[in-house]
């Protein structure tokens, strides 16, 4: 749980984590716009509340919206900060790669020449071509290593700099670390998404409720029915036909 988590009424936050990844809803309008549709839907019911408490909808529900607007709006602010937030592992990720495949692709052509006419090791180095993705250059950079720290003569005689070795060595254990708080900062962001969508989901449930009790009982009052729909596709409809 997040800090600004803990800024949610415990037993809320609870509610909101209680909803399955299957019950999920993905928004299909921006954040903002829909939890400002809610507060009109909010006040609007709210003046409605005698006609609708007739087919369940009572002040209760009022005040539950609002509870759960905020705690969407918490989780957005939280999901907007990680979104837009460049981690420090993603950065070191991307400098330190970048180094590891330039240095992979220079001890790939010396080893390919020095140890040319060895059958077992070019068996070895022939299946270190880099494949896609960071735990294949990880790899290939400790084996690099190893290769040159135990078949030394081949590199000798055509002048190897063994500084690479060491290099690669070091680079294959920094790329590894980094690799797992990269993929730990992915994770979190990941699960504050899910969070934002589970929150998004709560609020739009008990929205849709109102909504639908809203139209049935002003179904024949042009005036008050109109408080009801969500105004953000009809605009938007309105839009495309111009």
Known sequence: MTEITNNIQEELTNKIQSISDKQIIVPTIPIAIYLQEAENLAAWAKDDIDQLSKVGINITHIEDVKERIEACRVLQTEWNNIKNCTSDAKIKWQK??????ALHKE?????????RNDKRQMKIIKRLKLKRGLPSLVENLGVFAEIGRHEKEPLEK???NFDKLEQAYQLSNTLYDINLDYKSSEENKHKQKVLRDKSYTYLKLLLDEIRLSGKY????NKERLQGYKVNYFIQKRASQKE
């Open 107 to 115: 001890i790939l052509i010396d080893f390919n020449f020095a140890y």
């Open 217 to 220: 009982v002003f179904s024949g």
């Open 96 to 101: 330190e790669s970048e180094i590891g495949y």
């Open 158 to 160: 055509i002048h190897f």
